[in-house]
């Protein structure tokens, strides 16, 4: 009883941590590129290449399980997130912290879908749903506690206590599976791996990755490396394509987009969380650099998401009497309201005023997940919703990643044009401009005036794309509520309760 409490504890520890490291990180941006001495766009590659990793091991996790056993691979996979936790307390070159981190969003990825498998197989079976239940709790982490713990962590303790804690907590995890899961390892079974396949995903989706990251610093396609990670990615896109639809056992159905009701969960799936995501770390990242937030402070702001899980599940028992599309409609309504809340603003808002448009969208974070995952594997038999639902989750966290370079890039661009736009009106000829440096003068301010003019016309012009990229948002999730009326009529979940309910828990996992 000892050894089956102690296995449950450090399966829910690691599952945390995990999570965790998908958003405790992104506060701590700004201490990172400082102590490094890279710019906050090269900081960036690291969370997304990260989350690029973790989508690539999640559909490649069950093979990987069923070859090398399930206990086997799980604890492994946790000393990998404590070796690359280390790699990147010690590492001062940003080469090597990179490929840590991609490395440990692979490991991390590995670990979401095997430890709720053997979770589930260590419950009894009347017992599965508390299991399931208990798993999920973590999910909503990412975007509620992890931001405000890595932010107090980056400020009081210093970044690299995240990743040394990180290595300690992941290697005695590691340890506690190893002597509790000794000799319970399923059996190992000679299974495809699809290696060409996941080669051929993995060089599309760096490649893509890469080509934005570095996009706007090497001037997009006048570099030649863009244009050679370009052509590369689409070449590699088609490849992968062409392989897997002739593959017998591929490592991605494709096939499943040929049904209506999966394409649009899936396409929902993408797109919305490549948004949400990229406002997220936009949120949080940029009210630090640009409008003076601490990192404590700025995490708080999400706090109030934790609302999200409790209104999850009560989702999941809406979803048995009403249709997944309109459910996912309100929800994308919403998410719509809130983001034309925050973009309504037309200076810089107090924490008590933003405080409540984070409520607004902690609420509807809830509703996200199941309407599309049940979109995702409705009508489909029993082995081919476990398929529909890793091809939503590939696509959800590569969307992810995607949403965190290009929303930080448009803004970064439209923040640069509305400061060149507003430093040509900062003439001593112009009525506004004469008045701001009489009152600076009044103020003792002379010599520097000019200066900080400059510096509230910079503040003013990263408020005004800020504002943009959240009405951008607005739009596309108000099309999106649009678009999943496109799904037809969906059947509600019938079949066997508990495994319909680990298929969406897993979908929710970020």
């Known amino acids: 009883m000892a050894g089956f409490a102690l296995f449950n504890v450090a399966i829910g520890i690691g599952h945390f941590l995990v999570l965790f490291n998908a958003g405790a990180y992104l506060a701590m941006f700004p201490y990172v590129g400082g102590d490094l001495g890279i710019p906050l766009s090269h900081v960036t590659w690291t969370q997304t290449d990260y989350f690029v990793g973790m989508a690539l091991a999640l559909p490649f996790a069950g093979r990987l399980a069923r070859r090398v056993g399930d206990a086997h691979l799980l604890t492994g996979a946790f000393l990998a997130v404590a070796v690359t936790s280390l790699v990147c307390v010690v590492s001062r070159d940003q080469s090597i912290f990179l490929v840590a981190r991609v490395l440990q969003g692979f490991a991390g ?62 290697f005695l995890i590691a340890l506690t ?5 000794h000799g319970r390892s399923s059996r190992a079974e000679r299974t495809s791996l ?20 570095r996009g706007h610093d090497d001037d997009w396609m006048a570099s030649h490396l863009l244009w050679v990670l370009g052509i590369t990615s689409l070449l590699s896109f088609v490849a992968f394509v062409i392989w897997e639809l002739g593959e017998q056992d591929p490592l991605l159905e494709l096939r499943l987009f040929a049904r209506r009701t999966f394409a649009v969960g899936a396409l929902g799936l993408f797109l919305g969380f490549l948004v949400f995501q990229g406002l997220f770390s936009l949120f949080l990242v940029r009210m630090q650099t640009a409008f003076g937030y601490s990192a404590f402070l700025a995490g708080t ?5 934790l609302l999200a899980k409790p209104l999850s599940l009560v989702v999941h028992k ?63 038999p029993p082995e081919q919703q476990t398929r ?75 408020m005004v794309s800020f504002n943009e990229m959240f009405w951008l948002a607005a739009w596309i999730f108000g099309a999106l509520g649009l678009f999943v009326w496109l799904a037809g009529a969906a059947p509600p979940p019938g079949g066997d309760p508990v495994r319909e309910e680990a298929l969406e828990e897993l979908a929710e996992q970020p």
């Not at 430093?423 to 001593?428: F, G, I």
């Not at 004469?434 to 900080?452: I, Y």
Request: proline share 3%.
């Open 318 to 380: 809406l979803l048995r009497r009403f249709q997944a599309r309109e459910l996912a409609a309100i929800n994308f309504l919403g998410f719509a309201a809130s983001c034309a809340w925050v973009a309504s603003y037309d200076r810089l808002a107090s924490y008590d005023t933003l405080f409540w448009p984070q409520l607004l969208a902690g609420l509807f974070l809830g509703a996200f997940f199941a309407p599309l995952t049940v979109l995702l594997f409705s009508g489909l």
């Open 301 to 305: 702001l999400f706090l109030p998401m």
């Open 109 to 170: 990825g590995l670990t979401i879908p095997v430890s709720q498998n053997l979770l589930i197989k260590h419950y009894a079976e009347d017992r599965r749903s508390v299991a399931v239940a208990l798993w999920g709790i973590a999910s909503f982490t990412p975007f509620t506690l992890a931001p405000v713990t890595g932010g107090w962590i980056a400020e009081t303790l210093g970044w690299h206590w995240w990743f040394i804690l990180g290595t300690a907590i992941a």
């Open 194 to 213: 699809d290696l060409v396949g996941f080669v051929l995903l993995a060089v599309f989706m760096g490649c893509l990755q890469t080509l934005l990251n």
């Open 177 to 181: 599976l190893g002597i509790t899961l």
């Open 388 to 462: 529909a639902v890793e091809l939503g989750n590939i696509l959800r966290v590569f969307g992810g990643s995607l949403g965190i370079t290009l929303i930080a890039t448009f803004w970064l661009r439209r923040s640069v044009a509305h400061q060149h736009e507003l430093v040509q009106q900062l003439t001593a000829y112009n009525p506004v401009t004469d008045a701001a440096l009489s009152a600076l003068h009044s103020r003792g301010v002379v010599d520097g005036a000019w200066a900080v003019l400059a510096k509230h016309v910079e503040r003013h012009a990263a």
